[in-house]
């Protein structure tokens, strides 16, 4: 089976894993001090931490900005569930807001619609950067600007994606990223809270730390906190990692080129669209859409039996039944068309321009047959 992707985790990195085991420092340690720093030299970024998931620093950028009952948070309606879980885990009320065909996620515009419908309680917006693409921010923190409003940059999946002001998680007040095995590093379980700001980062380091102020000579519980810390042997497995994502991503842009020329005859038949490139996306996923006449549960199933693993990439997050009352179902068409058409095809560094042929092929042999193309 070709998988939509493959961790890809070296000898390197797995004895520099063991080696951390071994040493018995298990969960604060040299390893993750040295990866929180070339993180920080990698993003060009004053504050980095180290958490246990993704969905950890989501949680912690709410905590941190003391968004909670009362307070509205508008979030992007296709992207990971796990985005606007954390603003209902908080009380607060996550508003839905529908995002642009070309690169999936919202954009100021989009914002700015929603924020004259809900302005007032309106307290944070929450930018994805979905699947890597870079938003463009400098229309989106002059809005929040105007609106008094904070910004929270949902790059789990763009780390190393290049955005107008900088890199994707480092421009809003707290920028949030994912080492899940789906995302291009891994360390299992794992994520990293960014800001720029001193007072964030200390409230992050004590609330992912049981309220533990490290700093002091005399260590002491200050708040009520949580344990999101990530441990020294998975910040061990990542820091190979990290050293050659530049060129993982160059090789990724080139092996999405070379989807886009593969894919060119469906698009031009009618058949897909092949998502919009940038030159700043870091191509976590490679996600087309397939028109509206075809049956993707039948090509993902057809897929799968002649060995070619695909997925739906994201929810439109009003479809979920808990969030179904969120939002008006009638300005989320694009996120609604992008729930029921994404086709996501296996995609990472590791594959060749070869595997990617065969996957063409073989979704075109299906399309052939089932729709004439
Ligand atoms: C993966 C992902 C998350 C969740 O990250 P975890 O590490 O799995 O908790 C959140 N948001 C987006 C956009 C994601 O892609």
Redesign the pocket.
Known sequence: MLKISQPNINDEAIQAAIKTIKSGQLVHGEESHQFEAELMAFLDCKHASLVS??????HLALLTLGIGPGDIVLVPDF??P??ANVVAMVGAKPVLVDVELESYSTNAYQFEQALEKYHGSVKALIV?H?FGYPVQMAPIIKLAKEHNLYVIE?A??ALGAKCDLGMAGTIGDIG?F???P??TITTG???LVTTRSKVYASRINLLRDHGIDRNSLDPSFTIPGLNYRLTNFQAALARPQLAQLPDWIEKRKELAQAYTELLSPLQAAGLLKYPTSNPGHSW?TFMITLSERINRKAVISRLANLGIESNIG?HALHNLEFFKNTTPVKNLKNAHFLSRSGLALPFCEKYTKDDLKQVTEKLWAILKEEYHA
């Open positions: 998931s993704g969905t950890a620093a989501l992207t990971f796990a985005t994805v979905e949902d789990a999946c949030c994912s080492f899940h789906r995302k379980e794992g994520g976590q994201a």
